[in-house]
Nanobody, 128 residues
Framework: QVQLVESGGGLVQAGGSLRLSCAAS????????MGWFRQGPGLEQHEFVA?????????YYADSVKGRFTISRDNAKNTVYLIMNSLKPEDTAVYYC????????????????????WGQGTQVTVSS
């Protein structure tokens, strides 16, 4: 079992920044591929945002956030981060942290079904 707890969401004006954190427990963190997904208001589907490999050497981003968001991890602190810059109103969503106990790479890491454990989500609201 893996427990994931997100934090850092909030209300920010367009153009602003936020840093989301996700603290993991219950399993060796450095063996987990970590991802961030989001679910916008009124939408049923979760949208892939970013993912990071075990060591942090490989990162993957949705086109919609590339160049604005950065995913990173601190294996000593069992935490993955999502730094969000130049936020837009369309970034408004509940952001979820997810953990994959198996290996994935490239577009394989973009799929919700790849991930085994999920956090409860944190709300990010970007005002115009």
């Amino acid at each position: 079992q893996v427990q994931l707890v997100e934090s850092g969401g909030g209300l920010v004006q367009a153009g602003g920044s936020l840093r989301l954190s996700c603290a993991a427990s219950g399993r060796t963190f450095s063996n987990l591929v970590m991802g961030w997904f989001r679910q916008g208001p009124g939408l049923e589907q979760h949208e892939f945002v970013a993912a990071i490999s075990w060591s942090g050497g490989n990162t993957y981003y949705a086109d919609s956030v590339k160049g604005r968001f950065t995913i990173s991890r601190d294996n000593a602190k069992n935490t993955v981060y999502l730094i969000m810059n130049s936020l837009k109103p369309e970034d408004t969503a509940v952001y979820y942290c997810a953990a994959d106990v198996d290996y994935c790479s490239g577009y394989g890491c973009y799929e919700m079904l790849e991930y085994d454990y999920w956090g409860q989500g944190t709300q990010v609201t970007v005002s115009s």
